[in-house]
């Protein structure tokens, strides 16, 4: 019976896979063949995608750099923890 649930659910998850490919699909066809006036209605949107993408990189930007100086703190004081325990 597991085996029986265990197909039917890999038969399902194709199933589905398929439908978000075939609406995508209409999506992608429905973009393309309206491309003007959609573009119309985005070119507005466009720089305050910029400013939200440069935030976002901003944003990384400074936790990468603090996770850095933060594995350098660690690593000092680790090294230090290691020259007290030796003496």
Known sequence: MIKF???LEKIVWVLTII???IV?????IAFVSH????WSYA???IPYIYIVAGTFVIFRMI?????????????DKT?????????
């Open 5 to 7: 649930f265990k197909i």
């Open 19 to 21: 439908a978000i490919v």
């Open 24 to 28: 995508l699909g209409f999506i992608v």
């Open 35 to 38: 491309k003007e006036t959609i």
């Open 43 to 45: 070119e507005p949107i």
């Open 63 to 75: 936790v990468v750099g603090i996770q850095m100086y933060l594995e350098i703190q660690i690593a």
């Open 79 to 87: 090294k230090d923890l290691q020259s007290i325990i030796e003496s």
